[in-house]
C-alpha cells in the first residue's frame, strides 16, 4: 500500500514540476500576464522614484483611464490593450503611493515627533545584538499626551533596553515614549532601514529603557494569527528542548524563519560559500512540507476526501505555514505558485510555471508593492525564473555528463547566473565557488531539514526518540559547517566587487536571456541569421565589459563619509591608489562604525585594499572605525601622531599593525611630505615635534593635519586641532590656502579662528558631525563660514559628501 502511495505521490508532484523542456523559454513573456506585471512593476519604481503625483489626482486617472478602456472595448477601438496596460501602470503608482503614505485620520503617523504614553498589543519581539536589546513590533490603539486621549491604529518599533524577560505575543503594554520616523541612510548605497519598516507597514520607532514600560494585560483574542503564533511557540519550544545552541539557531531559521540565533560567524561562512539561501525558507521547504502532505493526505480514503478538498486543505496549510514565518517574499512566492498550480489541476486547468511565477510576483506585489525593493523578493523571484528559464538549456548541452551530475550542475550554474549580480548588489560579493557549494550543500540541508520536521513532530509524541534523531541530525549540521569551511576557505571562493550601477544590472539580464535564448535556437537558424545573432550578442558583451570600464573615473574623489559624531574621509586617486583619514567611531554605544559603516562604504566602492591609512589623534571618534578595516582589509602603510596612549582600543590598534608584516608603521611630524604622482602629493603640516601646547596628552591640538595637492586644487584636513594649533600654524607661515576645508572638531566653538579662516579662504567647507550632546557644530562656527565661505556642507544633514576633482576644477555631490 505505502508503495503505491509514494507512487501517487510522486505522479503528483512530477506533474507540479512540469515538463520544462516541452516549453519555449520566452513564449509565456508575451502572455498578457507577462505585460500586465511588467507595467504594474514601472508604476511600482515610477512612484517611488518620483513621488510627486497625488493619491487623488491619480485615483481619478485610473478611473478614467478604466472608463476609456471600457469604451474602447465596447467600441472595439484598438487601443484596448494599450488603454489596459496603462492603467496597470496607474495602479501600480496608486498602490504604492498607499503604502508609501498610510492613510487614515487615527494612523499613529500622525504622531510622529510626539511624546506621551503608547498604549498597544505586541504581535512580534525578538532580541537583538547579543541580547543587548530586545526589538517589539505593536499594534497600537491609543496615544495618551498632554492629557487627551487619542483612538490609533498602525505599527510602531521599539527597542527596550535593561533586563527583562523577553516580551510575549500578545502582550498588551504601556511605553513612555517620543515618537520618531525612522532613521534615513547616511551614505550613498547603505540599507535603507526607513524603507525596511515600511516594507513591514511600520513608520514610527523609538529606542526606550526597560523603565518606561508596563505590561498591563494580555489579548485573550483568538483569531487565525494567534491560533499559528501558539503553534509557532510550541514549535520553538520543541526546538530548544531537542536541539542545543547554536545548532537550535539553525534549525529555527530553516523552520521557523526565526534567524537572530544564528551566530554571527555561520552567516558569514554560509555567504562567503554561496549558500546564505539555505537560511532562507524558500521554495526547498515548502516543496517537502508540500510532498509530506501529499503523502499524509494520500492515506485517507478517496471516498472520505474528494480532489477539492484535499486541495483545499493543502493550500490551507502551506498558507498558514507562511503566515507563520511573517509572509517572508521567498516562502510567500513558493506557496503562491503551489496554489496556482494545484488550483489548475483541480479545475483541469491548463497551467505552465512562468504564469504561475508572474502571478504570485502580481498578486505579492499588490499586496505590499515596496517588496520590489526588498533583496529576499528580488533573489527568489529572479533566481526561480532562471532555474526555470536556463536550466533545461543547460541540462540539454550538458548531456555528456551523467544525469546525476548534469541536472544538478545546470540547476546551480543557472541560480548562480541569475543571483551573482543581485549578490554584488546587496552583498558587495560574489561567491565563485557557489556553484560547486549549492551541489553539495542544498541536497544535504535538506536532508537535514526533513529530519528536523521529523524530530519536531516525534517530540509531541515520544521524546527520547526525538532527541535521539536530533542528534544524528546535529552531526549533519557538523557535516553541512565543514563542508561550508573547506568551501569557503578556498582561495578563489568570493571576491568583493563594487555594488553595480541598476542599468549595468539590466543590462547583464539582458544579455544572458538574449545569449541563452538564442543558444536554444541557434540550430534553427540559417547561416546568415546565426552570423547576424552572434555579432549582436558579442557586441553586447563587450558593451557590458566596455561600460564599467568607461565609466571609471581618472577624477580625484574625496568622500567625506558619514560616521555620525566623528570623522572619516576616503581619497581615491587617479591612480587608483586609497587612502583613508580616521575611522569615526561610537564611543558609550554598542553600534560597531567600523563594522556598520565604513568597511560596507568601502567593499560598495569595490575597495580591498587600503594603500595608506591616517589617525590624525587617538580619540575614539575618529579611531575606533580603523580597527575593523585593519582586521578586514590589507593595509599597506599606517600613519599615526604617535602620541602615548594607554586606552584599551588604541593599544588593540597598535597590535594589529605589529603583528601584520605586511604594514609599515610611520609616525607623522610636520614637514613630511608624500608624493603619491608628480601631480598629486600630501603635505604633513601637523604635529611639530615636541610641541604640546602645554598640555602634556593634548590630542586635538597634536592631530596630523594634511594639505592634498592635486595640480590646481587643494584640500585641507584639519583633524581636531583648536585655536592654539591653528595659531602656531599661522605662525609657521605654513602655506594654508585651500579650495575645501575639513572644518576641525566637528564645528567645535574652539576652533576656526576668524583669521584662520582668512588664510585658508575656503571655497568649500565639510563639518563632520552627528548628533552629540556638545553642541557642535556651534552657531558661531557656523556662522564665520556662511560669512567668509560660499558653500558649506554638514554631514549630519547632506549625509556623504563627495567632492570629485580634474585638478583644474571640482564637483561635489551629497546624498541629500
Known amino acids: 500500500m505505502y508503495q503505491e502511495l509514494g507512487k501517487r505521490s510522486s505522479r503528483v508532484l512530477r506533474s507540479l514540476s512540469l515538463s520544462i523542456n516541452q516549453i519555449h523559454p520566452l513564449s509565456y513573456m508575451q502572455r498578457p500576464l507577462f505585460s500586465v506585471l511588467l507595467c504594474y512593476l514601472a508604476g511600482i519604481i515610477f512612484q517611488n522614484s518620483l513621488r510627486f503625483l497625488d493619491h487623488q489626482f491619480l485615483f481619478y486617472l485610473c478611473l478614467m483611464i478604466f472608463v476609456f478602456s471600457l469604451l474602447s472595448y465596447i467600441k472595439g477601438w484598438n487601443s484596448t490593450g494599450i488603454l489596459l496596460l496603462l492603467f496597470f501602470i496607474l495602479i501600480g503608482m496608486l498602490n504604492t503611493f498607499y503604502h508609501l503614505h498610510p492613510h487614515g485620520p487615527h494612523h499613529i503617523v500622525h504622531f510622529s515627533g510626539k511624546q506621551g504614553l503608547l498604549f498597544g498589543t505586541v504581535y512580534q519581539s525578538e532580541m537583538k545584538q547579543n541580547n543587548a536589546y530586545q526589538e517589539i513590533q505593536l499594534n497600537t490603539y491609543l496615544f495618551q499626551s498632554q492629557n487627551k486621549q487619542y483612538q490609533t491604529s498602525g505599527g510602531v518599533l521599539l527597542k527596550i533596553y535593561g533586563d527583562m524577560p523577553l516580551f510575549r505575543f500578545g502582550d498588551i503594554i504601556k511605553a513612555q515614549v517620543l515618537l520618531q520616523e525612522p532613521g534615513l541612510p547616511g551614505n550613498f548605497g547603505e540599507f535603507n532601514f526607513r524603507n525596511y519598516l515600511a516594507r513591514q507597514n511600520i513608520f514610527l520607532t523609538d529606542s526606550i529603557e526597560i523603565e518606561l514600560t508596563e505590561i498591563v494585560g494580555h489579548s485573550e483574542r483568538v483569531t487565525f494569527f494567534t491560533f499559528l503564533r501558539g503553534v ?90 507562511a503566515a ?13 505558485m503551489f496554489a496556482i498550480v494545484l488550483l489548475a489541476r483541480c479545475f483541469n486547468r491548463p497551467y505552465h510555471l512562468y504564469n504561475s511565477l508572474y502571478l504570485a510576483a502580481l498578486l505579492l506585489l499588490i499586496w505590499q508593492p515596496l517588496y520590489l525593493f526588498d533583496a529576499g523578493f528580488l533573489l527568489s523571484f529572479v533566481v526561480t525564473f532562471f532555474i526555470i528559464f536556463l536550466a533545461p538549456i543547460l541540462e540539454g548541452k550538458l548531456t555528456f555528463l551523467p544525469c546525476i551530475l548534469g541536472k544538478p550542475l545546470s540547476i546551480s550554474l543557472s541560480a548562480w547566473l541569475g543571483m551573482a549580480p543581485l549578490s554584488a548588489y546587496f552583498f558587495y560579493k560574489i561567491s565563485l565557488i557557489a556553484i560547486l557549494s549549492n551541489i553539495i550543500i542544498v541536497p544535504l540541508i535538506g536532508v537535514i531539514l526533513i529530519l528536523a520536521i521529523i524530530s519536531i513532530f516525534l517530540s509531541f509524541l515520544f521524546l527520547p526518540l526525538a532527541e535521539l534523531l536530533a542528534f544524528f541530525n546535529q552531526n549533519l549540521i557538523a557535516l553541512l559547517l565543514l563542508i561550508g569551511q573547506k568551501l569557503s576557505s578556498l582561495p578563489f571562493a568570493y571576491h568583493y566587487i563594487a555594488q553595480p550601477e541598476i542599468y549595468l544590472i539590466i543590462l547583464y539580464y539582458l544579455v544572458i536571456l538574449t545569449f541563452f535564448y538564442a543558444l536554444h535556437r541557434w540550430s534553427k537558424y540559417n547561416l546568415l541569421e546565426k552570423k547576424r545573432r552572434f555579432w549582436t550578442i558579442t557586441a553586447s558583451v563587450f558593451l557590458l565589459l566596455f561600460i564599467p570600464v568607461a565609466s571609471s573615473s581618472s577624477l580625484l574623489a574625496v568622500h567625506f563619509i558619514n560616521v555620525g559624531q566623528g570623522d572619516c574621509i576616503l581619497i581615491q586617486t587617479p591612480q587608483k591608489k586609497h587612502i583613508l583619514i580616521d575611522g569615526g567611531g561610537t564611543p558609550f554605544n554598542d553600534f560597531d562604525v567600523g563594522e556598520n559603516t565604513v568597511v560596507p562604504y568601502l567593499r560598495r566602492e569595490g575597495i580591498n585594499r587600503i594603500d595608506l591609512m591616517f589617525l590624525t589623534h587617538p580619540d575614539l571618534d575618529h579611531l575606533e572605525g580603523l580597527l575593523p578595516v585593519l582586521q578586514e582589509m590589507r593595509v599597506r602603510m599606517v600613519i599615526d601622531s604617535g602620541l602615548g596612549y594607554e586606552h584599551e582600543t588604541y593599544l588593540d590598534f597598535l597590535s594589529i599593525i605589529k603583528e601584520d608584516r605586511d604594514i609599515t608603521y610611520y609616525q607623522a611630524r610636520s614637514g613630511d611630505i608624500i608624493r603619491i604622482s608628480p601631480d598629486l602629493e600630501i603635505l604633513i603640516l601637523n604635529p611639530v615635534i615636541n610641541s604640546t601646547y602645554g598640555y602634556e596628552n593634548d590630542f586635538n591640538n597634536n592631530s596630523i593635519v594634511l594639505k592634498l595637492r592635486y595640480k590646481n586644487t587643494d584640500f585641507l584636513f584639519t583633524g581636531d586641532i583648536e585655536e592654539a594649533a591653528e595659531i602656531d600654524l599661522l605662525s609657521r607661515n605654513e602655506s594654508l590656502e585651500s579650495d575645501i576645508l575639513k572644518v576641525a572638531h566637528h564645528g567645535s566653538g574652539g576652533s576656526t579662528s576668524e583669521l584662520f579662516l582668512e588664510k585658508v579662504q575656503p571655497k568649500v567647507a565639510v563639518i563632520s558631525v552627528g548628533s552629540n550632546y556638545f553642541g557642535h557644530p556651534h552657531p558661531k562656527v557656523i556662522k564665520k563660514l556662511e560669512k567668509g565661505c560660499p558653500k558649506v556642507f554638514r554631514t549630519d544633514l547632506n549625509g556623504t559628501v563627495i567632492i570629485k576633482s580634474d585638478g583644474k576644477q571640482y564637483y561635489i555631490s551629497t546624498l541629500r
Do not use: C
Open 232 to 321: 509557532k511557540d510550541r514549535i520553538t519550544q520543541k526546538i530548544n528542548q531537542i536541539y542545543p545552541s547554536p545548532d537550535r539557531g539553525l534549525i529555527k531559521a530553516i523552520i521557523t524563519g526565526n534567524r537572530t540565533e544564528i551566530p554571527r560567524e555561520w552567516n558569514h561562512l554560509f555567504q562567503d560559500a554561496g549558500v546564505m539561501h539555505i537560511l532562507a525558507i524558500s521554495g526547498l521547504h515548502v516543496g517537502i512540507i508540500a510532498m509530506a502532505l501529499f503523502f499524509v493526505l494520500n492515506l485517507v480514503p478517496v471516498k472520505w476526501m474528494k480532489k477539492g478538498f484535499r486541495t483545499f486543505i493543502i493550500i490551507l496549510i502551506l498558507s498558514g505555514y
Open 324 to 336: 507563520m514565518t511573517g509572509f517572508r517574499p521567498s516562502v510567500s512566492r513558493a506557496a503562491l
